[in-house]
């Protein structure tokens, strides 16, 4: 069974610096891959998603993720962190079973933007 | 609005009185699944429904009852609440089936459980 998982539950970063959220997952063949944000007191939406058209993919504000198959990653990066981004993110994967696909999630980064 | 909509959203209650968390979608989505979060263990998968009257086990399925009775609709069902079935519980639904890889899960707003 595929696995994701997030190095750091929590990162904490300056209003306007980098954002860089880890990702790693374990698949033998390719994946489709997906971040997930959670603000509070609300559920997941879709920030992004990689299905094999490009190895760089956009979301919504402004976030982008790169998939690298050498290194089995997915991180997330944002040039400059807004105070708005503070949030839950989820990596997640997702794997075929019989006939449907199921979504694994990693357990989460909580992102923390300091003014 | 496309939506997915979770009631309550807030329920406290004690061991053993059952409970439902209702889940409507508005979406005309096959998929249907619920999800429990849990602090560092991310969301797990308790039940989900390829189509009515089509449900499955997830990874966690003990202590939980679902139905599928209607296209739109997806209750959990608690027959006999435990402390550790405490949680933050989503629903969720997609349009996708079979084998894209590529299904985007739209999400309630969370129905945070108490048992005591």
């Known amino acids: 069974a595929q696995s994701v998982t997030q190095l750091g539950s929590h990162v904490s970063v300056s209003e306007g610096a980098l954002v860089l959220l880890r990702c790693n997952y374990s698949?033998?063949?390719?994946?489709?891959l997906f971040w997930y944000v959670q603000y509070p007191n609300q559920g997941l939406q879709l920030l992004l998603k990689y299905t094999s058209a490009a190895t760089l993919v956009k979301g919504i504000n402004g976030f982008e993720a790169e998939f690298k198959k050498s290194e089995t990653s997915f991180h997330l990066t944002k040039p400059s962190a807004h105070m708005s981004d503070a949030a839950e993110y989820f990596c997640?994967?997702?794997?075929?079973?019989?006939?449907?696909?199921?979504?694994?999630f990693g357990p989460g980064t909580s992102l923390s933007v300091i003014p | 609005e496309a939506q997915v909509t979770q009631n309550p959203r807030y329920l406290i209650t004690v061991t053993g009185k059952k409970l439902t968390v209702t889940c409507s979608q508005n979406?005309?989505?096959?998929?249907m699944s619920w999800y429990r979060q849990d602090p560092g263990l991310g969301l797990r998968q308790i039940y989900y429904?390829?189509?009515?009257?089509?449900?499955d086990k997830g990874d966690v399925p003990e202590g939980y009852k679902v139905s599928r009775k209607e296209k739109r609709n997806f209750p959990l069902i608690l027959e006999s609440p435990s402390p550790n079935q405490t949680s933050l519980y989503f629903c969720a639904s997609s349009s996708g089936q079979g084998f894209s890889g590529a299904n985007v899960l739209t999400f309630g707003a969370g129905s945070r459980l108490t048992v005591l």
């Open positions: 429904s390829m189509n009515v009257e089509v449900t």
């Open positions: 997640a994967v997702s794997e075929i079973v019989t006939s449907y696909d199921k979504v694994i």
């Open positions: 979406m005309n989505h096959e998929y």
């Open positions: 698949s033998s063949v390719p994946p489709y």
